[in-house]
Structures are given as structure tokens and as C-alpha cells.
């Protein structure tokens, strides 16, 4: 969990001084609103690690004050709740102007690191809802909840989640569900879209604005650069590569690559039909709505790199129309930022000093793909395998039952111990640092699955103790020990959609 930083003492909910940069941009940026609330609101789960955050004493989310403006019923003192227009592509078609559909910003609060801005998701029809309804269900509200902290406990960039209010309210999905809000928080819920709204729109002014405030914000060193708008598009670039090397190196899946879920901060955002690799294939899609498979697993880093483009794309009216410049700052950036921090990942995952050369990753991932091996247990069960053995030693029983294809698995094991005993690394630190590289718990969706159908009979221990377990996903614990299992016979038939 986050240490609180000293600056920021834990304190009360009364004591959060809210302010809302976002809404002094111009009236067309954003539409002021309250959040429709929730009837008779219940606390399902608060994270103590984002409460850290901002400083605030996670005990305080329990009190009844705190429950009502958690849930949306009451304003904080300070908040300007709003909802911001951006639009974006959508399974890379156009789709024209989108927004917070079901979210209002209630403002930002100073942290540890910074301001973070707070979000109700979940908490009513905005101008921007189109046909949808603006809620968010108990499901999709506690996926995104443990998915937000389990990347923060992989040390994977994401917006964070404070905590989840249920209620009985129905709504309405494939079938009849209950609503809840999530309190999410981000230093920063730009996103690519943002950018595109106004590129299309023809607004530069709006384009400017929105470019200087992001800069400003949390770029202010750019301000430096010859160019600032050119080193903006550069900066989004590598931080966007770097994160999609850290999806494919956990073996993560977003589902949902638009534009307009890609964050500017390089941040994971918006979770929905997420899923983690289970059996190994690098075609899987987790997304059941992803007919045409556009968010496979394998194409993920070529995505971002389009949507990179398509901002590069909105950004052109303040790039001089260069689109030869605008494509460099790209490419320039994102593939090289991508292939290092992949290479460097993976070859701490592998327990090399150096990063992965790319013929010991090619002969991994076939034999990961010939023989769908569990993609997390593969690599902790790597982690503690001696360098050196002899030949046909039963030590190597616990990758080797991983694979259909011993004899496989059994030379791959060969090339990989040639590459250890070429840094003659130490065994003891060697392994210790794989263990440190390879998680032993990731949010299997058949472990939210059986968070969530606890929780809609009302029971929120296993949900507890999810959130628990995640925090500390590179530890050995015994009491979780089932969360680290491929899923029983019983979750073959989840499926998770744009809906999720």
C-alpha cells in the first residue's frame, strides 16, 4: 500500500479542500450538472491504498457523511460537478461526439504526487449519455474497482478507484441488475478523444486551450521545448509505449482500445471487457462484442500506435499541418519507447540481468501458444527453477506440467539456462528478482466473477479479500492461494462485453 506522505497527514472527509481546474476552461469544454445520486445507499468496498493518496484517513469513508457523497446525494464543499465533451473512434470508425456519459467530475483534491482529480462514475444521464441511461451496475462497477487497484499493486499506470456504493435501484442491462457508483481518481481524465473533438470541429482555439492546459498541468517542462505542442505529442507517445509493454508483459488485455479510452497521461483507463491471459493464445479476445477481434492480445501495441496517429492527427492545426512532422513525433517516440521497456520486462521475467533478446522470446511464445499454457503460473513457476540441473531432473515438474509438449517445454528450458549461465548471476538474487518480476496473483475474471456473485446475494468478503490479495500480487500468500488457480470447470462460460 501507498505510505501516506508526511506533507499529507491523514485527515477527515470534511477536510479535503476541493477545487476543479477542468472547470474554469471555457463553458463548450464541459457541461455543469450534479449527479443524480443513489436511493438508500450502501458501502461495498474502499480502498486504503487510494485514500492514501490524498491523504485521507480511509476510516472516514465508513462515516454516513462520507456514504452520501460517495454515492453523488451530496456535493463536497468546493466540488463544481460537471461532465466534459470529448469524442473519439470506436473499433477505429469515427463515431463522432461521445463525453461523459455516466460520469461527473467533482473536482481535484492535493496529494501525495499532486492534485488527483475525483470522478463519480455510474451517477446519471448527462447531455452526453446518447441512449444510455447513465448508470453503472454492481458487475461492471466492481470489476472496474478491483481491476484499478490490482494494476496499482503491478506498479502498472492507472486511474485508481476510492471506493464502490451499491444500492437497489434497477437498471436495465441483457438483464435486470442493481446500480452503483465508483469514486474514481486520476491525476487526469483526458484523453485522446478529447483532442479529436475539437480537431473535428474545427475549434484551434479550443484545440490550444485544451493543448496549453494539458502542458501546463502536467506537462510544465515542455514549456522548455522549441516546440511544445511537438514535444507534447512526443511525451504522450513513450509514456502510451511504455505502458502497452507493461499490458504484454503481464499478459493484460484492455478490450476496449478507442481513442477515446486512451488517457494522455499514459494511464490504463476506463475498464470494461478487461481480462488477463489465462491459457496462453496470443489472438484471444477477452472482448465479447470484438467480433472482428480489432483488440486482440497480440495487436494491443499496434492499436495504441494507431490511436497515436489519430491524435497526431487532431493535433495537426497546431503542428503547422506537418503531417510528415506529426507521424515522426510518433514513430519516433512510441516504437522505440515500446521495444526497450518490452525487452527489459521480459528479460526480468526471465531472470536476466540484460533485456530479452527477441530468439528466446520467439521460441517462448510458441511454445506458450502450442501448448496454452497458463500464462501467469508459467512464468512464478520459472522463478524458482535452478539454473543449473541435470538432465531429466524431476525439478522442472512444476513448468513442465504446464506443458502438453514436455519435450518442448524441456528445450526451451535448455535455451533459457544457456542464457543464464552466460551472466553467471548469483541464484539466490536471481531468483529473488523473477519473483519480483512475475506476479503470482493477477484479477483472473474468474475471481471477479466469484467477487461479484458474492456480492449480489449481498456478501462482500470474498470481495475483501480480492482487494486484499491484489495489493500485494508478487507475495506468497497462503490464505489466497485459490486466487492463483487457472479457472475451474465452472467459468468457461464468462463472457465480458463492451456492457462489462
Not at 413 to 428: D, I, N, S
Not at 467 to 472: G, V
Request: charged share 20%; with cysteine.
Amino acid at each position: 500500500m501507498n505510505a501516506p506522505d508526511p506533507e499529507f497527514p491523514l485527515r477527515s472527509i470534511d477536510a479535503l479542500a476541493f477545487d476543479n481546474s477542468f472547470a474554469r476552461l471555457p463553458a463548450r469544454f464541459h457541461t455543469r450538472l450534479a449527479p443524480w445520486g443513489l436511493p438508500e445507499p450502501r458501502l461495498v468496498a474502499t480502498s486504503a491504498a487510494a485514500a492514501a493518496l490524498i491523504g485521507l484517513d480511509p476510516s472516514a469513508l465508513t462515516a454516513p457523511e462520507a456514504l452520501q457523497w460517495l454515492a453523488g446525494n451530496r456535493l463536497p464543499d468546493g466540488a463544481e460537478s460537471l461532465a466534459a465533451v470529448y469524442s473519439g473512434h470506436q473499433f477505429g470508425v469515427w463515431a463522432g461526439r461521445l463525453g461523459d456519459g455516466r460520469a461527473h467530475l467533482a473536482g481535484e483534491v492535493r496529494g501525495a504526487g499532486g492534485p488527483w482529480e475525483l470522478q463519480w462514475k455510474g451517477a446519471g444521464r448527462t447531455p452526453y449519455s446518447r441512449m444510455g441511461d447513465g448508470r453503472a451496475v454492481l458487475r461492471s462497477s466492481i470489476r472496474e474497482f478491483l481491476c484499478s487497484e490490482a494494476m496499482a499493486g503491478l506498479g502498472i499506470p492507472s486511474t485508481r478507484a476510492l471506493a464502490i456504493v451499491g444500492s437497489d435501484l434497477p437498471v436495465q442491462r441483457e438483464e435486470t441488475e442493481t446500480a452503483a457508483v465508483v469514486m474514481r481518481m486520476s491525476p487526469s481524465f483526458v484523453r485522446f478523444g478529447s483532442f479529436e473533438h475539437w480537431a473535428a470541429a474545427g475549434d484551434v482555439e479550443a484545440l490550444q486551450i485544451l493543448a496549453d492546459y494539458v502542458i501546463d498541468r502536467h506537462f510544465p517542462a515542455l514549456r522548455e521545448a522549441p516546440q511544445p505542442v511537438e514535444a507534447l505529442l512526443q511525451t504522450v507517445s513513450r509514456l502510451t509505449g511504455e505502458l502497452l509493454a507493461q499490458w504484454q508483459a503481464v499478459g493484460f488485455m484492455h478490450g476496449v482500445m478507442n481513442t477515446d479510452n486512451m488517457s494522455i497521461l499514459g494511464l490504463t483507463i476506463d475498464y470494461g471487457p478487461f481480462g488477463f491471459m489465462d491459457g496462453f493464445d496470443g489472438g484471444h479476445v477477452c472482448n465479447h462484442s470484438d467480433s472482428a477481434g480489432r483488440y486482440r492480445f497480440s495487436h494491443q501495441p499496434q492499436v495504441a500506435h494507431w490511436n497515436l496517429l489519430a491524435l497526431a492527427g487532431a493535433l495537426l492545426p497546431l503542428l503547422d499541418g506537418d503531417r510528415e512532422r506529426a507521424r515522426a513525433a510518433v514513430d519516433e517516440a512510441y516504437g522505440p519507447a515500446y521495444d526497450e521497456c518490452f525487452a527489459r520486462l521480459m528479460g526480468a521475467k526471465l531472470g536476466l540481468a540484460a533485456p530479452a533478446d527477441e530468439a528466446l522470446l520467439t521460441g517462448l511464445y510458441l511454445l506458450l501458444q502450442r501448448n496454452r499454457c497458463d500464462y501467469t503460473s508459467f512464468f512464478r513457476r520459472l522463478s524458482v527453477l535452478p539454473a543449473q540441473v541435470e538432465a531429466g531432473v524431476a525439478g522442472d515438474a512444476p513448468v513442465l506440467d504446464l506443458c502438453i509438449d514436455r519435450e518442448a517445454g524441456a528445450a526451451w528450458l535448455r535455451e533459457w539456462r544457456t542464457r543464464l549461465a552466460g551472466e553467471a548471476r548469483p541464484e539466490r538474487e536471481r531468483q529473488a528478482s523473477m519473483t519480483r518480476s512475475n506476479p503470482k496473483y493477477v484479477l483472473r475474471n474468474w475471481v471477479a466473477e466469484s467477487a461479484i456473485r458474492a456480492a449480489r446475494q449481498g456478501e462482500f468478503a470474498e470481495l475483501h479479500d480480492v482487494l486484499h490479495c491484489l495489493a500485494r500480487p508478487f507475495d506468497e500468500q497462503p490464505e489466497f492461494e485459490r486466487f492463483a488457480t487457472p479457472p475451474p470447470d465452472w467459468a468457461d462460460g464468462i463472457e465480458v462485453s463492451c456492457s462489462s
